[in-house]
T-cell receptor, first 115, second 115 residues
């Protein structure tokens, strides 16, 4: 079974500052995807960024980047130049490649951006 | 991005009644959809995988006779909570994957309150 752990239930950051959210996972699989999803107060799940495990290069999407350490099974999210609209729950998720396509979510980190 | 529409957004029902939640893929065909349950400030827990034209696959501990899933077409999956009880009150979210893409797209969620 796959498990995804987010050890930071709550975090806060000053507007315009940088924050890093942690995520570790446990799997025996070699081919998989990792994701960060954002859930704002509207409860709509929004994809922030994804990483393919076979790619060594860390994914980047504008202000969002990841630090993917496959051997350590670590997948942290860095948000640069934090904005008020970044306030949300952030979920790390794991998906095995080519089988079932189920997502396994971490417990989430509630991020508050302080003006 | 792809759009997944969930209806209704919220529903209140009396104990003992049944309620149906719809999940539609608006601009793509989804052979597989997923149903999640989310308690307040908690993660998304996969309930079942809905397969078009065949029986759903339920996660361990999920009562298939209580949570009926029907995936009758490539764009519609329904979740029916039968004989609802107050402990069934929760936020239910569906998702689907676009063929060829890795990420999942989520519906807006349905808040069910059983009184």
């Amino acid at each position: 079974a796959q498990t995804v752990t987010q050890s930071q239930p709550e975090m806060s950051v000053q507007e315009a500052e940088t924050v890093t959210l942690s995520c570790t996972y446990d799997t025996s699989e070699n081919n998989y995807y990792l994701f960060w999803y954002k859930q704002p107060p509207s409860r709509q799940m929004i994809l922030v960024i994804r990483q393919e495990a076979y790619k060594q290069q860390n994914a980047t999407e504008n202000r969002f980047s990841v630090n993917f350490q496959k051997a350590a099974k670590s997948f942290s999210l860095k948000i640069s130049d934090s904005q008020l609209g970044d306030t949300a729950m952030y979920f790390c998720a794991f998906m095995k490649r080519n089988t079932g396509n189920q997502f396994y979510f971490g417990t989430g980190t509630s991020l508050t951006v302080i003006p | 991005g792809a759009v997944v529409s969930q209806h209704p957004s919220w529903v209140i029902c009396k104990s003992g009644t049944s309620v149906k939640i719809e999940c539609r893929s608006l601009d793509f065909q989804a052979t597989t959809m997923f149903w999640y349950r989310q308690f307040p400030k908690q993660s998304l827990m996969l309930m079942a995988t809905s397969n078009e034209g065949s029986k759903a696959t339920y996660e361990q501990g999920v009562e298939k006779d209580k949570f009926l899933i029907n995936h009758a077409s490539l764009t519609l999956s329904t979740l029916t909570v039968t004989s609802a009880h107050p402990e069934d009150s929760s936020f239910y979210i569906c998702s689907a994957r676009v063929p060829g893409l890795t990420e999942a797209f989520f519906g807006q969620g349905t808040r069910l309150t059983v009184v």
